[in-house]
T-cell receptor, first 111, second 115 residues
Framework: DAKTTQPNSMESNEEEPVHLPCNHSTISGTDYIHWYRQLPSQGPEYVIHGLTSNVNNRMASLAIAEDRKSSTLILHRATLRDAAVYYCILRANTGRRALTFGSGTRLQVQP | DAGVTQSPTHLIKTRGQQVTLRCSPKSGHDTVSWYQQALGQGPQFIFQYYEEEERQRGNFPDRFSGHQFPNYSSELNVNALLLGDSALYLC??????????????FGSGTRLTVV
């Protein structure tokens, strides 16, 4: 699976928007971009995924660059509960492919 | 709707022993994957089971084995435990209908400590 690059850590203030970047310059045409987050002492939690178009759900928005070599996870109003490690993962849409996690971005939210 | 259930939540074993971890997938999910997460690192894929067979495997030795039962639940077995096997073991379930991409649902994990 293609590799992703994320900043090790980011900080945000409560109730402000947060933009978490991810670079994936070697993405292939069949790779979906998935985001998961892991709260302290819990397993990873699915956030959002997309292929080419921007996606929105109740948790977040996913903005995908036109060339698909990068993407940004957007939390519109950060809360203290959003403090977690966020993982950007590429997953091929062929068969029952496993997820390959990197180190992720540790997001700290200040009150 | 229950999510993924893992048992036990914590476990302490001695080097050389064997351990079995258990996972019940989310209702409606038929595929189970296991991950190992060392402290401060991202989860590492161990293997995946579908239709009671191992379908994919990560870079883990044969000491790690598994099983999937007809009700889709799964077990992870680790033989000859090493200190380095101390980690959080995560189970994830999914359902991948043809042509659709679905998210994985993870359990809260089993914390294994080898002493």
């Amino acid at each position: 699976d293609a590799k992703t690059t994320q900043p090790n850590s980011m900080e945000s203030n409560e109730e402000e928007p947060v933009h978490l970047p991810c670079n994936h310059s070697t993405i292939s045409g069949t790779d979906y971009i998935h985001w998961y987050r892991q709260l302290p002492s819990q397993g990873p939690e699915y956030v959002i995924h997309g292929l080419t178009s921007n996606v929105n759900n109740r948790m977040a928005s996913l903005a995908i660059a036109e060339d698909r070599k990068s993407s940004t996870l957007i939390l519109h109003r950060a809360t203290l509960r959003d403090a977690a490690v966020y993982y950007c993962i590429l997953r091929a849409n062929t068969g029952r492919r496993a997820l390959t996690f990197g180190s992720g971005t540790r997001l700290q939210v200040q009150p | 709707d229950a999510g993924v259930t893992q048992s036990p939540t914590h476990l302490i074993k001695t080097r050389g022993q064997q351990v079995t971890l258990r996972c019940s997938p989310k209702s409606g999910h038929d595929t189970v994957s296991w991950y190992q997460q060392a402290l401060g690192q991202g989860p590492q894929f161990i293997f995946q089971y579908y239709e009671e067979e191992e379908r994919q495997r990560g870079n883990f030795p044969d000491r790690f084995s598994g099983h999937q039962f007809p009700n889709y639940s799964s077990e992870l077995n680790v033989n000859a435990l090493l200190l380095g096997d101390s980690a959080l073991y995560l189970c994830a379930s999914s359902w991948d209908p043809k042509g659709k991409v679905r998210g994985y649902t993870f359990g809260s994990g089993t914390r294994l400590t080898v002493v």
